[in-house]
């Protein structure tokens, strides 16, 4: 598949038919290979104004991960923003969980285009419906002050820290967790993309989004009266992520090593608070994310 940017274009409305695997000459899930590198995974194929196809791996728990929606969906809206456009914020609800083996349809509305911000939102479809609703907002680079008040927190190095066994992530994201124990509150861990990436700034940019949704759990599930072991973990309870926020804060490279370090501010009505900050290896705040994690005990 291929991807191209869109022309810049005046804002505009459209109404999109239901989407159908194989309608319009979108792929279905016997017409392609799954992606098997975040290269591949970026490669949305163009379906008509503002609207892209994405791919899914097969992912072992049955479902799409959350992080690639946005990343995905993210890089759709990349092709309707002029280059000198970054985004600075995204905020996104997941609305029901992604079928493997179908495509998504990514539909991207030009919500406004201004000189230093322009605002997108964007709508992930399968054929049972919507599966993600994200908005983000863009900003052209000003050079003002820029001051770090978080501080990264003292970690062993990533080649110190072991990797998950059998982690059905690993040919994509890798991912070096440290233990939360009960009553914690916290999760840290190094995560990076796998594979060398091109130099491109937006692409990076989907990448942290991709990186994003792989540590936070542990914060929440390490305050549960319930400690279940890992193993037992989906048996005992349902969990997905509800929502998500990103904010950018600086430059980085998304196959190079960084740092998530997550709190959790309570559980409450089957429901985790987190909130984290992203540090590159050089102590640099890259971002700060806030999510809304389902821990449901299965009755």
């Known amino acids: 598949m291929s991807w191209e940017p869109a022309p810049f274009l005046e804002s ?3 109404v999109s038919p239901p989407f159908e695997p194989g309608r319009r000459g979108l792929p279905s899930c016997d017409m392609a290979s799954p992606p098997a590198t975040f290269n591949e ?52 609800y997941f609305i029901r969980g992604g079928t493997l083996g179908e495509p998504v ?3 991207v509305d030009r919500l406004r285009n201004g000189r230093s911000f322009c605002t997108r939102s ?4 399968q054929s049972g419906g919507a ?10 680079a000003e050079n003002d002050a820029e001051i770090q008040t978080a501080r990264m927190p003292l970690a062993p190095e990533p080649d ?25 509150g916290r999760s840290m861990g190094w995560v990076r993309v796998r594979g060398e990436l091109p130099e491109d700034q937006r692409l990076h940019v989907c990448g942290l989004a991709f ?31 509800l929502d998500h926020a990103m904010w950018f804060h600086r430059p980085m490279r998304a196959d190079e090593w960084h740092l998530y370090d997550w709190d959790c ?14 540090f590159a290896s050089d102590g640099s705040h890259v971002a700060t994310i806030a999510q809304e994690v389902l821990l449901r005990e299965r009755r």
């Open 12 to 14: 505009r409305t459209k």
């Open 122 to 125: 964007v709508v992930a479809r």
């Open 41 to 92: 995974l970026m490669q949305l194929e163009g379906h008509g104004p503002d609207t892209w196809v994405g791919l899914s791996p097969d992912y072992a728990w049955g479902r799409i991960y959350g992080g690639q929606v946005i990343a995905q969906g993210l890089k759709a809206a990349f092709a309707t923003v002029d280059e000198q456009f970054l985004p600075h914020s995204v905020h996104a």
């Open 131 to 140: 599966i993600l609703n994200l908005s983000c907002s863009f900003h052209v």
């Open 160 to 184: 110190d820290c072991k990797g998950r066994e059998g982690d059905h992530m690993n040919t994509i994201l890798d991912r070096r967790t440290l233990s939360s124990p009960p009553g914690a």
């Open 265 to 278: 501010h309570g559980l409450n009505g089957s429901r985790g608070m987190t909130v984290g900050n992203l």
């Open 105 to 107: 349809r990514y539909e």
């Open 211 to 241: 990186t994003s949704d792989a540590v936070q759990f542990d914060a929440a599930r390490s305050l549960h009266p319930i400690q279940a072991p890992r193993e037992e973990y989906q048996e005992r309870f349902m969990g997905a992520s």
